[in-house]
């Protein structure tokens, strides 16, 4: 049903405390346990964490779109290493769906998509889109697949590149603002309206690090000192799905800690978006990730859906998991 995210918290006692966590620690580096205690996890659950596994948490969701879900774990580095790999990109190969992906410039050109490219089905798909649950696309998009129907594959595949950067650049201008909303068919999903309560749900950040929330909501007109950010256009393979996804990555630090934001901001298949907050929190031997992730679908909507919520939060969890894993050993090498 869902997939994905990045070593990403935020929200109800995860989020509040292990923020508190993040702005205490530069003042007094505290123990690992009394991390894991302020985050509310019970004692066989620390026992868990410190021992190298992958502990879950329940968190509410912030629509009826959202599939919600914590997590930590423990890293055997710093949160200044880890915090450099995000913002690099190097934990983009640790997602086996990855199939394709760059990174994109300021202002972004047409050249930042070369390594995109498209099979004839995926262009037949593109070019035959209509209004619906389908495909992620606005209304102009749509028009512009539809008038290259029965056209190559380049010329599909251009105009897929022409979308994407359209799509960073009005994001790079006008942040949440700048987001088109899907055309359903008579309605629109509005993927900003769902980000925008991820981002205003990380109590933590509004208590502790409110400069950095405020970047959340009002990128990129507010920006937080010393921020760090990249972005970049992944093709994924999810659940036999080609999907398309524009992301932003953004680390702050405080103290020896970090605080890091991934946000899927369009995503052509699938879900909608996802938006992931963590805190990166040193302790003797490495680091204590606490993150919180909100992914959002259509697909979880309507008659039983607060099962459908439940079974997808519970799946995308174990799916992530298994992207934690593989992107811990990377940078535990």
Known sequence: MMRRGCLLAGQGAVGALS????????????????ILTDAGLSADDKKSVLGGQFVNVSVAGVSDRDLAFAIAFMVKTSPEALSKQIVGGALV????????????????????????TITGDEAKALASAQAGSA??????????FKALAGGTT??????????LLARYQAYRASGLAGIAPYDRGGSATDSASDLRKAAESTKGLQ????????????????????????????????EGKTTHVLTHVLVVADGAARAAVRREYYASA???????????????????????????????TGFGGSMKRSIGSKVMASKMKEIYEAGREKIQK
Request: proline residues 5%; aromatic residues 10%.
């Open 19 to 34: 923020l508190f966590c993040l702005v205490t620690v530069a003042q007094a580096q505290p123990s690992a346990d009394q």
């Open 93 to 116: 190969t640790a997602d086996a769906q990855v199939k394709a992906y760059g990174e994109l410039s300021s202002p972004g050109s047409l050249a930042d998509f070369a390594k995109l």
């Open 135 to 144: 495909l992620n696309l606005s209304t102009s998009e749509i028009a512009a």
């Open 154 to 163: 380049q010329a599909i595949q251009e105009q897929l590149r022409r979308m």
């Open 207 to 238: 208590t502790y690090l409110p400069a950095f929330q405020k970047v959340l909501l009002n990128y990129p007109q507010v920006l937080a000192p010393g921020m760090q950010q990249s972005f970049f256009w992944l093709k994924s393979l999810i």
């Open 270 to 300: 699938g879900y909608n978006a996802e938006q992931s907050v963590a805190g990166f929190l040193p302790v003797q031997g490495g680091t204590v990730v606490i993150s919180t992730s909100h992914a959002f679908t259509d697909q979880v």
